[in-house]
C-alpha cells in the first residue's frame, strides 16, 4: 500500500528529505508520493518515516487507490536498491 499526501500538506519540506526511496517530490501544490517507489520504508524503518515526522496528523495516508500486500512492498524494496 503505498501512501498518500492529502490537502492537509503544508509544504513545510520534512517529508522529502527523510524518504530513503527518493518517492516524495513537489508537484504543482503540495508534496506528492510516487506510488512505484512507495515501499512504506519497508526495508528501512519500522514504520513510515514520512508519518513520523509530518508536523500534521493524518496528513499522509495510506492511498487507497494503490493498495499492496507486505510481500509486495519487499519485493519493490528489493528491486529498488538491487538487494537479493
Sequence with gaps: ?????????????????ECPN????????IYEIDSDRCTECIGHYD????????PIDNTIIINPDHKETNE????????????V
Excluded at 72 to 83: E, G, I, M, P, R
Aim: aromatic content about 4%; overall charge negative.
Design 1 to 17: 500500500m503505498a501512501l498518500l499526501i492529502t490537502h492537509k500538506c503544508i509544504n513545510c519540506d520534512m517529508c522529502e528529505p
Design 22 to 29: 527518493q518517492a516524495i517530490s513537489m508537484g504543482n501544490e
Design 47 to 54: 514504520k513510515p518515516t514520512c508519518q513520523s515526522v509530518c
Design 72 to 83: 509486495a512492498l519487499w519485493d519493490k524494496f528489493v528491486v529498488l536498491h538491487h538487494t
